[in-house]
Nanobody, 118 residues
Framework: QVQLVESGGGAVQAGGSLRLSCVAS????????MGWYRQPPGKQRELVAA???????NYADSIQGRFTITRDDSKKTVYLQMNSVKPEDTAVYYC????????????WGQGTQVTVSS
C-alpha cells in the first residue's frame, strides 16, 4: 500500500515556474514508477511525465523541454519542475505510483491545483 501527498500547486503567471512535490509513504518507494498526471477543466486525465525506478523519464509532447520530473528515493519524493508555464497547463495535477506484481497496481494522490494566468 502506498499513500501519496502532493504539494506545491498554486497560481502563477504565464512564463513563470512552479515545483510540485509528492511524498510517498507506506511501501518500498524505489520499486515504483512515479508519474504526474493532470486533468484540465472539462477534459480527461492525461499523463504529463513519468520516471521509472531506474531513473528513466518520459514526457508528454505538450510539455517536452519545459517540465522536468525527478525523484529522490532517500526522501520518497518525486518532483515536477514546471518552467515556462502556459495557460493551457492549468489543471489539477495528480501524483501516481505504480508497480507490476501479478498485475499493475496504481496509487493516486488527492491532486493539487495549478492555475496559470495570461
Amino acid at each position: 500500500q502506498v499513500q501519496l501527498v502532493e504539494s506545491g500547486g498554486g497560481a502563477v503567471q504565464a512564463g513563470g515556474s512552479l515545483r510540485l512535490s509528492c511524498v510517498a509513504s507506506g511501501s518500498v518507494f524505489k520499486n515504483y514508477t512515479m508519474g504526474w498526471y493532470r486533468q484540465p477543466p472539462g477534459k480527461q486525465r492525461e499523463l504529463v511525465a513519468a520516471i521509472s525506478s531506474g531513473g528513466r523519464a518520459n514526457y508528454a509532447d505538450s510539455i517536452q523541454g519545459r517540465f522536468t520530473i525527478t525523484r529522490d528515493d532517500s526522501k520518497k519524493t518525486v518532483y515536477l519542475q514546471m518552467n515556462s508555464v502556459k495557460p493551457e497547463d492549468t489543471a489539477v495535477y495528480y501524483c501516481n505510483a505504480y508497480v507490476w506484481v501479478v498485475d499493475r497496481q496504481d496509487y493516486w494522490g488527492q491532486g493539487t491545483q495549478v492555475t496559470v494566468s495570461s
